[in-house]
């Protein structure tokens, strides 16, 4: 297998949400998962290849190819590192976490009866990223920084607003994955990501979130992870019974043989694959986290399921000679299910011994990314590119819009006001009629809209002397009589002007691609819902 280390800098903040019940409220990851690396790589090895799915001879990209996580990164005479999740064995006393906090901590780290401990000392540094300097015996916390956005969605009527809260890991932060692949794609896996492109990962892409760099895209013949951490022989005890230990460097995904879900590997598993015998499990320092996705492609959630969390380490005593060989192959493979979507990588007999914690400080940090960082506007933006920020400057443009028009309402303070020279001579259900049959006017396209209003006042001129004829013609909307603004909005024969506030020079702009400016007939209608609305209001529709 080969490998590709991808060095990801974040340009906004990336929302990866970590639950998947409410959407008002989203916790994030603080990582990037493989899962999503991958969903990225496959939609641009689509796009490259104009296709609108994956077909049959592209399958290999589903079950060869290995996407690890993307992990916060650490910098050492001008090189990145990829960080490791902080192993679930370090204790500390309550009293010294309140007071110093992690930096500077002592640690105690148990991988073996937790009797040892008193009520004083709790786990520490779970959930966070690590580089572990075995020279002085110090686990170096790597902080990942996030960032808490509030959101207002306003309803097209300025009524059922929402508030949403986003955390998202924050913007200009490295992060490194691994890809693992077979050497015969090599090609193909070189030609759909390169160093300078830009991506998109995770939520919201078209309200300001996701976009990163690809700092660096390097080729290596074995995972720098696996590689750089040491390795210690397996334990044995007075008795002489042998022991290994396993370390999670992702979330887990395993069944037991019935297929229930298991919290811990299971011993004919390990068995088979390591060649020894009589493998029992005997302690775990570990818990379940869920997991959870999206699939754009379906616009829908993924099947949560629980897994044993990165950082998780467990205990085994087994009989036999250990095989490092054995060993390392199936590191390189992982255990249990979606190993392709970042889970199940593992480390047999990592050295973890610690006895103190520390806040790595990223100083070379600013400089690494200075002489990888490439100037934005020589930096040519693909078709995904492209489209991606078209749907962002427009919807920022029609949020504009939609605001001056909704501003019409709010500045006819009383039914006599003469802004806007308006006068509604409609009752109130024929204001409801024409209100409710504009807000339908949207499912379709553009031209099935003005032939429905085509309809619409072909039916109102075919009571020639009806009364509804009369109040319409009785009624002005910018000194026009509201029939002939109806006529004139399905024809679409006059251009819309209007002294609106906000209305004029709003096109939204970003890296030389404009927002599409909104038609006349929609500009007519908005203009005409937001007064109808604000007559309906008054009069307590």
Same mark, same amino acid.
């Given at each position: 297998?080969?490998?590709?280390?991808?060095?990801?800098?974040?340009?906004?903040?990336?929302?990866?949400?970590?639950?998947?019940?409410?959407?008002?409220?989203?916790?994030?990851?603080?990582?990037?998962?493989?899962?999503?690396?991958?969903?990225?790589?496959?939609?641009?090895?689509?796009?490259?290849?104009?296709?609108?799915?994956?077909?049959?001879?592209?399958?290999?990209?589903?079950?060869?190819?290995?996407?690890?996580?993307?992990?916060?990164?650490?910098?050492?005479?001008?090189?990145?590192?990829?960080?490791?999740?902080?192993?679930?064995?370090?204790?500390?006393?309550?009293?010294?976490?309140?007071?110093?906090?992690?930096?500077?901590?002592? &640690?105690?780290?148990?991988?073996?009866?937790?009797?040892?401990?008193?009520?004083?000392?709790?786990?520490?540094?779970?959930?966070?990223?690590?580089?572990?300097?075995?020279?002085?015996?110090?686990?170096?916390?790597?902080?990942?920084?996030?960032?808490?956005?509030?959101?207002?969605?306003?309803?097209?009527?300025?009524?059922?607003?929402?508030?949403?809260?986003?955390?998202?890991?924050?913007?200009?932060?490295?992060?490194?994955?691994?890809?693992?692949?077979?050497?015969?794609?090599?090609?193909?896996?070189?030609?759909?990501?390169?160093?300078?492109?830009?991506?998109?990962?995770?939520?919201?892409?078209?309200?300001?979130?996701?976009?990163?760099?690809?700092?660096?895209?390097?080729?290596?013949?074995?995972?720098?992870?696996?590689?750089? /951490?040491?390795?210690? /022989?397996?334990?044995?005890?007075?008795? /002489?019974?042998?022991?290994?230990?396993?370390?999670?460097?992702?979330?887990?995904?395993?069944?037991?043989?019935?297929?229930?879900?298991?919290?811990?590997?299971?011993?004919?598993?390990?068995?088979?694959?390591?060649?020894?015998?009589?493998?029992?499990?005997?302690?775990?320092?570990?818990?379940?986290?869920?997991?959870?996705?999206?699939?754009?492609?379906?616009?829908?959630?993924?099947?949560?399921?629980?897994?044993?969390?990165?950082?998780?380490?467990?205990?085994?005593?087994?009989?036999?000679?250990?095989?490092?060989?054995?060993?390392?192959?199936?590191?390189?493979?992982?255990?249990?299910?979606?190993?392709?979507?970042?889970?199940?990588?593992?480390?047999?007999?990592?050295?973890?011994?610690?006895?103190?914690?520390?806040?790595?400080?990223?100083?070379? /940090?600013?400089?690494? &990314? $200075?002489?990888?960082? &490439?100037?934005?506007?020589?930096?040519?933006?693909?078709?995904?590119?492209?489209?991606?920020?078209?749907?962002?400057?427009?919807?920022?443009?029609?949020?504009?819009?939609?605001?001056?028009?909704?501003?019409?309402?709010?500045?006819?303070?009383?039914?006599?006001?003469?802004?806007?020279?308006?006068?509604?001579?409609?009752?109130?259900?024929?204001?409801?009629?024409?209100?409710?049959?504009?807000?339908?006017?949207?499912?379709?396209?553009?031209?099935?809209?003005?032939?429905?209003?085509?309809?619409? &006042?072909?039916?109102?001129?075919?009571?020639?002397?009806?009364?509804?004829?009369?109040?319409?013609?009785?009624?002005?909307?910018?000194?026009?009589?509201?029939?002939?603004?109806?006529?004139?909005?399905?024809?679409?024969?006059?251009?819309?002007?209007?002294?609106?506030?906000?209305?004029?020079?709003?096109?939204? $702009?970003?890296?030389?691609?404009?927002?599409?400016?909104?038609?006349?007939?929609?500009?007519?209608?908005?203009?005409?819902?937001?007064?109808?609305?604000?007559?309906?209001?008054?009069?307590?529709?």
């Amino acid at each position: 297998m080969k490998y590709m280390e991808l060095t990801i800098q974040t340009q906004q903040p990336v929302k990866l949400g970590f639950g998947g019940g409410q959407t008002d409220v989203e916790k994030a990851l603080n990582y990037i998962p493989g899962s999503t690396i991958r969903g990225m790589f496959i939609q641009k090895y689509i796009k490259k290849n104009g296709l609108s799915e994956l077909r049959e001879d592209d399958y290999w990209l589903l079950k060869d190819v290995y996407f690890g996580d993307g992990m916060i990164a650490g910098y050492w005479e001008g090189k990145a590192y990829q960080s490791i999740p902080v192993p679930m064995i370090y204790f500390a006393k309550k009293d010294d976490l309140r007071k110093n906090g992690l930096n500077g901590l002592s &640690v105690k780290t148990i991988m073996g009866d937790k009797s040892e401990l008193s009520e004083e000392e709790k786990n520490v540094g779970t959930g966070q990223f690590c580089f572990i300097k075995r020279t002085s015996k110090k686990c170096n916390i790597c902080p990942v920084n996030m960032v808490d956005n509030l959101h207002i969605n306003i309803g097209d009527d300025g009524e059922d607003s929402q508030l949403f809260r986003y955390e998202a890991i924050d913007r200009d932060q490295t992060f490194i994955c691994m890809i693992g692949y077979s050497e015969e794609h090599e090609d193909e896996i070189k030609d759909v990501i390169k160093e300078n492109d830009i991506i998109y990962i995770g939520g919201s892409k078209s309200s300001g979130y996701g976009r990163c760099l690809i700092l660096d895209c390097i080729k290596i013949e074995e995972d720098s992870v696996l590689k750089r /951490e040491k390795r210690v /022989e397996p334990s044995t005890d007075k008795l /002489e019974k042998q022991y290994f230990t396993i370390y999670a460097l992702s979330n887990l995904l395993l069944k037991n043989e019935d297929g229930s879900v298991a919290s811990y590997i299971p011993e004919s598993l390990l068995e088979t694959a390591l060649g020894l015998e009589n493998i029992k499990f005997e302690k775990a320092f570990t818990h379940i986290t869920i997991t959870n996705g999206f699939n754009f492609k379906w616009n829908g959630r993924l099947v949560q399921q629980s897994a044993v969390a990165a950082g998780s380490v467990f205990v085994y005593s087994f009989e036999g000679n250990w095989d490092k060989e054995r060993a390392k192959e199936i590191e390189k493979r992982g255990i249990g299910e979606r190993k392709q979507e970042g889970f199940g990588k593992i480390i047999f007999n990592m050295d973890m011994q610690c006895s103190e914690m520390k806040v790595y400080e990223n100083k070379d /940090e600013e400089k690494y &990314v $200075e002489e990888k960082y &490439v100037n934005e506007d020589k930096i040519l933006l693909d078709n995904e590119d492209k489209e991606t920020i078209q749907r962002l400057v427009n919807n920022i443009y029609q949020k504009r819009v939609r605001d001056a028009f909704r501003n019409v309402g709010y500045s006819l303070k009383s039914l006599e006001s003469n802004v806007h020279n308006i006068s509604l001579s409609l009752s109130n259900s024929q204001i409801s009629e024409l209100y409710y049959f504009l807000m339908n006017l949207n499912d379709n396209t553009e031209d099935k809209n003005k032939l429905e209003l085509k309809n619409f &006042v072909q039916n109102i001129e075919k009571r020639n002397n009806s009364i509804t004829k009369k109040v319409y013609s009785n009624s002005y909307i910018n000194g026009t009589n509201l029939f002939n603004y109806l006529k004139d909005m399905a024809e679409d024969k006059t251009k819309f002007t209007s002294s609106i506030s906000g209305l004029n020079n709003n096109r939204v $702009e970003l890296c030389g691609i404009y927002s599409k400016e909104i038609t006349n007939f929609e500009k007519k209608k908005l203009y005409l819902k937001n007064i109808l609305y604000f007559y309906m209001r008054e009069r307590g529709e």
